[in-house]
């Protein structure tokens, strides 16, 4: 069964300081797409990014930047120089690309981290 | 511009009463999913869509029903049945109901018991 892993319940930071975001999976399957969703205080999800299993580069956009490595099922999520802007809920999640009676659609989602920044 | 339209913002239930939250698109998305959000938890699917007239369970659909008629609407009703409802309820759509595309989200409906 797949799994997300977001051990960091709350993290607290000052504008300005670098802030990551740890994001651990599990699955059987070795095709798989990750995903990071931001979730303002209005509530919806805004989709960040989209990364497949074949996929190890790292990505920035602008003071984003995502780590996946494979070897340890991590999926980490920097912001550098924090904005209040970025305070926010953070999900990471999961969906594996295996057949099976149509569910190959099914997003799994870590509990998410919350993540305040202090001006 | 293009987007997913949920309302109400806020809704109240009597016990005992079923009560419908609306789901719209205007993305041309084939798929469309209802998810439920408590507090310091992850989301969680109750009934997605692939396509008009065709509806599937997802992890926690008991107390809930869909209908889908039209492609751009999933209203979602939530019964009686339904003992513990009150939660953020998140309705999203991707081009398919394949795992490579991402769901965009509605701004949710928050309800609670009366």
């Known amino acids: 069964a797949q799994k997300v892993t977001q051990a960091q319940t709350e993290i607290s930071v000052v504008e300005k300081e670098d802030v990551t975001l740890d994001c651990v999976y599990e699955?059987?399957?070795?095709?798989?797409?990750l995903f990071w969703y931001k979730q303002p205080p209005s509530g919806e999800l805004v989709f960040l990014i989209r990364?497949?299993?074949?996929?190890?580069q790292n990505e920035i956009s602008g003071r984003y930047s995502w780590n996946f490595q494979k070897s340890t099922s991590s999926f980490n999520f920097t912001i550098t120089a924090s904005q209040v802007v970025d305070s926010a809920v953070y999900f990471c999640?999961?969906?594996?690309?295996?057949?099976?009676?149509?569910?190959?659609?099914?997003?799994?989602f870590g509990k998410g981290t919350l993540l305040t920044v202090n001006p | 511009d293009g987007g997913i339209t949920q309302s109400p913002k806020y809704l109240f239930r009597k016990e005992g009463q079923n009560v419908t939250l609306s789901c719209e698109q205007n993305?041309?998305?084939?798929?469309m999913y209802w998810y439920r959000q408590d507090p310091g938890q992850g989301l969680r699917l109750i009934y997605y869509?692939?396509?008009?007239?065709?509806?599937q369970k997802g992890d926690i659909a008991e107390g809930y029903s869909v209908s889908r008629e039209k492609k751009e609407s999933f209203p979602l009703t939530v019964t009686s049945a339904q003992k513990n409802p009150t939660a953020f309820y998140l309705c999203?759509?991707?081009?398919?109901?394949?795992?490579?595309?991402?769901?965009?989200f509605g701004d949710g409906t928050r309800l609670s018991i009366l």
């Open positions: 999203a759509s991707s081009k398919r109901t394949v795992s490579n595309q991402p769901q965009h």
């Open positions: 699955t059987r399957d070795t095709t798989y797409y």
């Open positions: 990364r497949n299993s074949f996929d190890e």
């Open positions: 999640a999961l969906s594996e690309a295996r057949e099976n009676g149509g569910s190959n659609y099914k997003l799994t």
């Open positions: 993305l041309n998305h084939d798929a």
């Open positions: 869509s692939q396509i008009v007239n065709d509806f």
